[in-house]
């Protein structure tokens, strides 16, 4: 069951996929189904729009940094104005939902979105993803470190987090690879306490498991030992004698064998919802809201394949598509702020990314 959020002005959905905007994109030639990388300039709403006629169910990833509908103005660290975050309340969320349908329409079946907000306004987002997305398609929750602890005097705890809400257009079959996190050097010394002087660190895991077998291979003794009552080994014999061989099996002294695993052969811990990716500070980024490299490109490893577009329609200083290009991805780019199409083509010199702009005017 879906909660939905009531507030004026709310307009029905249908209401916001059939408007038809008096505007075109131009640019030296025709944005067309097969363009596959663009940077668009100038309202993200009708751009949106007029996506759906020309990559209609074609994104497989959305990453979005919108404005957190705090009322105020941001500029960059010489402080020229990136752009006025000035809608609040219901005018906010109805500004974001408006986008988030069309948003949907653009991405395809194995597609995903992330969306970045402030916790301030995150969980009425929250309401609004579950009403356009399906309460069923929602995946994660994702705490994000943005920045040292601070010492402000306000009665409350400090605010060193924001969060990623993930949204699958169908959670069974968004695009997942699995990605993994190599471990730290306090969980190697902690998982695996033993050394071997040309392997490194290891642990040793029990070579039977539960559950008897009655008539298989792995219920029969292996150098004369049968697996302890009501467990068999994990491998057969054969596969026991080769692990023996290759130095791989472990006697203890009372004659327990167990089998040696090391650490330079773990395949990392699986990711969790939360991440430390630290902002930079204002004077050494092109534009105030610039979102750490790295932790774009985990977002686009994991929920993109090398052939994917990937749309960013809040671009600013244009990271999500620089972390797109140098994974191979494609990606469509959208901003109205003056300052971020400064940002963006600057970026895109210095890391020698070309590009089709379009803008967007109005007839």
Not at 119 to 128: A, C, D, E, I, R
Not at 234 to 248: F, H, I, S, V
Not at 279 to 307: F, W
Not at 315 to 325: K, M, V, Y
Request: with cysteine.
């Amino acid at each position: 069951m879906n909660i939905e959020l009531q507030y004026p002005g709310k307009r029905p959905a249908d209401e916001i996929l059939s408007e038809v905007y008096p505007g075109t994109l131009l640019g030296k030639s025709p944005l067309q189904s097969s363009v596959s990388r663009a940077l668009l300039f100038g309202d993200n709403q009708p751009i949106l729009s007029l996506l759906r006629t020309t990559h209609r169910a074609t994104i497989d990833l959305i990453y979005i940094d919108p404005p957190f509908g705090t009322g105020q103005s941001f500029t960059n660290g010489a402080q020229h104005l990136a752009y006025h975050d000035t809608l609040v309340d219901h005018d906010f969320l109805e500004f974001l939902r408006q986008r988030l349908i069309l948003m949907r329409e653009l991405l395809s079946p194995q597609g995903s979105l992330y969306l970045h907000i402030d916790k301030k306004v995150g969980h009425y987002v929250k309401l609004l993803l579950d009403e356009i997305f399906g309460r069923e398609n929602f995946l994660n929750d994702i705490t994000r470190v943005k920045c040292n602890p601070k010492n402000f005097s306000r009665r409350a705890y400090g605010n060193s987090t924001d969060m990623i809400l993930l949204y699958a257009k169908d959670r069974d079959q968004h695009i997942w690879n699995e990605q993994r996190e190599p471990l730290s050097e306090d969980q190697i010394h902690r998982l695996f306490p033993k050394h071997d002087p040309q392997k490194g660190p290891y642990t040793t895991h029990p070579l039977h498991a539960p559950g008897k077998t009655q008539k298989g291979d792995t219920g029969q003794p292996w150098k004369g030992l049968i697996p302890p009552r009501g467990r068999h080994w994990r491998y057969k014999r054969e596969t026991l004698d080769a692990l023996e061989d290759q130095g791989l099996i472990e006697w203890s002294p009372t004659g327990n064998p167990r089998k040696r695993f090391f650490a330079k052969d773990h395949k990392g811990q699986k990711l969790q919802d939360f991440w430390e990716y630290k902002d930079k500070g204002k004077t050494l980024v092109s534009y105030p809201t610039e979102k750490n490299l790295d932790m774009l490109k985990r977002i686009i490893l994991q929920s993109s394949h090398p052939e994917s577009i990937v749309l960013d329609a809040f671009a600013g200083s244009g990271s999500t598509l620089i972390a797109a290009h140098e994974l191979g991805r494609n990606f469509i780019g959208i901003d109205a702020s003056s300052l971020a199409k400064h940002a963006i083509q600057e970026n895109f010199e210095k890391y020698r990314i070309e590009v089709a702009t379009w803008r967007y005017e109005e007839k």
